[in-house]
């Protein structure tokens, strides 16, 4: 039976299940029939929000009975469908915005208001099950009218804005539950996102080229970070020529579509250590860890900063971005869970060229509680990372090792686990030792090729610094679902 209810198709399936998906858009396939001995539990970040809407989908509680597998991080290949087909494809990797086939992390960013079915199957051989969640997506023009949207334009062209808006010639201070819209085409200086805001966009508007800022931060380093925080926060469309630094604690962010093209720094958490330093007048070790953080399609060209992005990436997403270059590594993750890293381009060139296009380690050999404080500080294990095809390095890369997966040095325990490497493609440059190092346990390596040839990348595991790991934690290193 199936019904059309303002603008929506809800459908009651054979199973008993309702589906409910915008009119006009194609129904989502019919699953496949589940066996009945694979339990998928399908976990969303949020169910509801205006476009563009972030979300991250876990299905790492998922069961089977099947004999044999003990291990459903790894064993099981899980197929996200986001149920959005008018998403378009990854420029970078060519795939299916819409859809992803490797571990039980996935994450999605909706740029249309509807309502979506998200199905996420677990499979191995002729066994199957799923799982679903409906995500609605408002518009932004109705959650931001006229009275709720600010249209900053230096040189009062205001032709851009929608009926009603606010009209400036520059940057207020920003503040919650607005849109906030730059002129495209003109400079607007730096942008400001304070504490305490929540439920905020900054975008594009008009039309012409990105509006330029100098400097995007979300929170402010310098001011002690008190109990408010930044959440829920968008900032799509724009172009940077210095800095983004995220301070201290944030909740749903999103940098979206923002272009770097002769800078390369984004700092997720930049000020989090010193503010969680139990000293004189700073925050004490009661800070909460940065999450929900999302960097989707951006681009960045180094110049001679230490790193391009780095941070905690803590139930984070970094899709589709295009990094090249910084004085050490292009992406560094300090720690990781609950994280996805998917159709990038990560490519070097270093000060020394011994560095990385991606260097994941983590703070210690705890295990990270979501929701926790940094306490005396950030001493948790890397969990739970899904690497699914992206691209690393190029011909002009002179870095020795594309991407590591392991403590910083010898002497260091810096432990991770549960990390699945799938679907890469590695190009060498001219100072090429190694395409993949891995040292932790339970480390999974499959299908990752060459750019050039097609063959099988080259994978250390142990690699790098293993011999820092605690014993428990070196090993298993797989390099299938078997």
Known sequence: MRWQIDGLVVTLAADGGVRVRAAGSPPPPPPPPPSGDITVALVASRISGPAPLAVRFSAVGTTTSIAGVTDTFRQLLYTFDYGDPGSGTWPISGGSKNSDASGPLGAHIFD??????????????????????????????????????????????????????????????????????????ESHGALLIPGGVTGTQVVAGGSGAKPLVSTIKVGDELVPPGTLFPDDITIEGLQCSGEIVQTAYVRRLLLKDIDQPSHSKIDLGAASDYWSENLGDRYGPTLP?????????????????????????????????????????????????????????????????IRHALKMHSSGVATFTPGQAYGSGAAWATSKVVVYRNLFSDATDNNAFAAVFGPQNDGSAEPLEDVIVEG????????????????????????????????????????????????????????SRD
């Not at 979506?116 to 969640?133: A, I, K, L, P």
């Not at 004085?327 to 869970?337: D, E, G, I, V």
């Not at 040839?453 to 790991?469: F, K, M, N, Q, Y």
Request: aromatic share 10%; proline share 5%; hydrophobic share 35%.
């Open 424 to 479: 890469n493609v590695f190009a060498r440059g001219s100072n090429f030792v190694s395409d993949l190092q891995l040292a932790g346990r339970r480390m999974t390596y499959i299908g990752n090729t060459l750019a050039v040839g097609g063959g099988a990348a080259d994978v250390t595991a142990p690699g790098l610094h293993a011999v820092g790991l605690p014993v428990d934690w070196q090993g298993p290193y797989f390099n």
């Open 112 to 185: 249309t208001p509807g309502t979506y079915v998200v199905r996420c199957t677990g499979g191995r051989g002729g066994s199957s099950g799923y799982g679903e969640v409906t995500i609605t997506v408002t518009d932004p023009a109705t959650v931001f009218p006229g009275t709720a949207t600010v249209y900053i334009s230096p040189s009062a062209n205001y032709s851009g804005a929608p009926a009603g808006a606010e009209l400036r010639t520059t940057m207020p201070v920003i503040s919650s539950n607005k849109r906030y819209m730059l002129a495209r085409g």
């Open 289 to 353: 860890v940065a999450r929900d953080l999302f960097v989707v399609g951006c681009y960045s060209r180094g110049t001679n900063l230490t790193f391009g992005i780095t941070g905690h990436l803590i139930e984070a997403a970094v899709l589709g971005c295009d990094f090249k270059g910084s004085a050490q590594h292009t992406l560094r993750a300090w720690s990781a869970y609950h994280a996805v890293i998917s159709h990038n381009a990560l490519r070097g060139g270093s000060a020394d060229g």
